[in-house]
């Protein structure tokens, strides 16, 4: 007599626990770019990050200052050299090629909203929003109308103009945000890719230090741009005279 056959039980589905989901490491070449991509993130660009929000942190002490800074920025020996090989090409690749993982990239916060996923969705969408307000922003201040290397007199004045727009205000402060968390979260991705935060007890304690670095940042960068629009520095002149920048110039030099 035949038996009735009951179909046999699925294997349980694996269980999921709620967290950063593991860091990978890309295929083939892909590494290897990858790598570059994270390195440069760091050194130079993170390194140019820090020096242009404080060297734009001079606005607090007024034109002149400002002015000072930027002569002094532009004396610098093969400062054209330098632009070029430590600021412009390494953006323009980690830029570029952080679109190019952006359009590749899958992410899954509909099916899974865990902290791992927000953050990595957090991280494209802040990369693209930086490199768009990084372009146009060097296009506007380096490229176009007067230029600073020749007339340092003039930054505060180019600046407080294109601020002098309340659109634009708003894209520096959303461009500051989205720039200052890049960044920090950057920098705990790079721990943790290089090697150097294993273990999540140490990737969460660098976590907490890169985010309050962030905020530092961003407290500094939003800083600058009230300088920019206070009520203090209404009154800028197009060019400050150079005798004033000379004043404020740092000692040696011409």
């Known amino acids: 007599m035949a038996t009735a056959q009951h179909p046999a039980t699925p294997p349980a589905a694996p269980k999921l626990r709620r967290g950063v989901q593991p860091l990978r490491v890309g295929q083939g070449y892909s590494f290897l770019w990858r790598k570059l991509h994270s390195l440069m993130g760091i050194i130079p660009i993170g390194a140019f990050l820090l020096e242009h929000l404080l060297s734009n942190f001079e606005a607090l002490k007024g034109p002149a200052a400002y002015a000072a800074q930027v002569k002094f920025l532009n004396g ?22 952080g679109v190019y993982i952006w ?62 727009n309340p659109w634009m205000v708003a894209v520096y402060i959303i461009a500051m945000i989205a720039i200052c968390w890049h960044f920090a979260y950057g920098i705990w ?53 150079t005798a004033v920048v000379q004043m404020h110039t740092p000692s040696g030099l011409s």
């Open 76 to 97: 610098l020996p093969l400062v054209r050299v330098l632009e070029w090989t430590f600021i412009f090409l390494p953006i323009l690749y980690h830029g570029l090629y």
């Open 103 to 164: 359009l590749r990239g899958q992410s899954n916060v509909v099916y899974y909203p865990w902290a791992g996923n927000w953050l990595y969705v957090s991280q494209r969408w802040t990369g693209i929003l930086a490199f768009a307000y990084i372009v146009q922003h060097v296009l506007r201040q380096r490229f176009m109308g007067v230029s600073l290397p020749e007339h340092p007199g003039a930054a505060f004045w180019k600046v407080q103009q294109e601020l002098s």
């Open 189 to 241: 991705l790079f721990a943790a890719k290089w090697g150097i935060t294993p273990g999540a007890v140490a990737r969460k304690r660098f976590g907490y230090a890169c985010a309050a670095f962030g905020f530092i940042l961003l407290v500094m960068g939003l800083a600058s741009i009230w300088a920019f629009i206070s009520p203090k520095y209404q009154n800028t002149p197009d060019i400050v005279p």
